[in-house]
């Protein structure tokens, strides 16, 4: 097959589902969709440390929330179907059904693992299955590619797509795809209200998930953690923690300084809809709140770059930090959260 | 962030591309810029891969040593733990634990190493003959 959906323009994003929903929903005709908006609009911006598990031999943190949720979530808000398909072991359904569907001349969202994904750096490759790339066209047997977190397109033989939409192991993908159907216009009303459901979902989030260890009270769970892994875990360990840590909130995709930033940018986008100068304030709250978790960052490396050399006040530095984080957050929110529109 | 503050740092990455970030411009606006890498974030993924290899290699050892089976080893060196490798074999962690044992691996049949060795992107026989 050869063929190029025309009309379709990449768009690089900081992280890949916010990238293929702003080029997804753009390819269908609603320009004004930015990555801080799909990130704003689908309540991207969420914390949860999982006591017990471990991931890579590491703590369980994530700074997200449910991969597909920002697609399904933003585009909800704005009137915008979706379709998802998965496929459970069949390699070929799925094969015929993308197929078809560049046929159709529709650019398709493909969840994939990165193991197995040639142009990642080997470095790189771990089994992480959430990863999120556009087929936008096929020549001959190759697939072109627009991975978000790229410069550039790409391409990926059919047999490299098989075996990344069929990764094994946690959040499997099984094929799935998605894309946006019978996307109309959508006026300026409709976009507020998408921002403000936004806004409220994320300060609903991050303030009032029952338990300990979810939003800024996971923040504060982990910087009490932190206090305890040098005496648990034993210094080595401890500090492969924090890298963990550091590996986890600032890698490409994931972000926890990253996501403070893109949520202050989808604020003072949020202030050309609704000009509300709180929402500038709260943006500046949150450009603060990103530049200390990069500081926690440097922090923590500080500390696992020595490896053995550290001392328990390294990890007083960084749990004290991260609580300076969570405040700084649990006043945002409870600003948006009171804030009326 | 302020976007001259963005680092440019070496990463394994920037073979691949530069990465996308938000960062603010003079006027105190949101922008984008590109960054090349950050030592910071270098310095974590060097320190897990050199956990890695340490771990392949102390994997390694166990199966020479007649402790494990290259199960173990192979999972090890792709990167894999329990859910990732029940995932890919369709096997209980609780069989793989004992496929891990070289006694219960020497009985393992053809069939069932096979499908080990697919997850593993390897041959039967590379398995089965476990060289280090």
Known sequence: MNKEISGFKHIQAAHCENGATTSLLRYHGLDFMTEPLAFGMGSGIFYIHIPILSINNGPAISYRSMPGWIFSRTCKSLGVKVVRKKFGNNEKAAHDFLDQKIQDGVPVGCQVGVFNLPYFPPEYRFHFNAHNLIVYGKQGNDYLVSDPVMETVTTLSEEDMIKVRFAKGPLAPKGHVYFPENVHKVDNETIKKGIIKGIKRSARDMLHVPGNIAGVDGIKYTSKQIRKWRDKLGSRKAGLYLGQIVRMQEEIGTGGGGFRFLFAAFLEQAYGYIPNEQLLAVSEDFTKAGDLWRESAVQMGRIYKGRINNEQKDFEVCADLLLQIADIEKQGFLKLKKMQF | ?132
Not at chain 2, 104 to 122: E, H, M, R, T
Request: charge should be neutral; hydrophobic fraction near 35%.
């Open chain 2, 1 to 132: 962030m302020k976007k001259e503050e963005l680092p440019q740092d070496d990463s394994a990455l920037k073979v691949m591309t530069r990465e996308l970030c938000y960062v603010k411009d003079n006027d105190g606006k949101y922008t984008t810029g590109l960054s090349t890498g950050w030592d910071v974030k270098k310095q974590a993924l060097d320190n897990a891969w050199e956990e890695i290899n340490e771990r392949v290699e102390e994997a390694r050892k166990a199966v020479t040593n007649g402790e494990k089976s290259p199960i173990y080893y192979f999972m090890e060196l792709r990167l894999m733990d329990m859910p990732v490798l029940s995932g890919y074999t369709g096997f209980w962690s609780f069989n793989i634990k004992r496929h891990m044992k070289p006694d219960v691996f020497k009985g393992l049949s053809d069939k069932k190493l096979a499908i080990y060795a697919k997850a593993f992107d390897i041959s039967v026989d590379e398995l089965k003959n476990f060289k280090g």
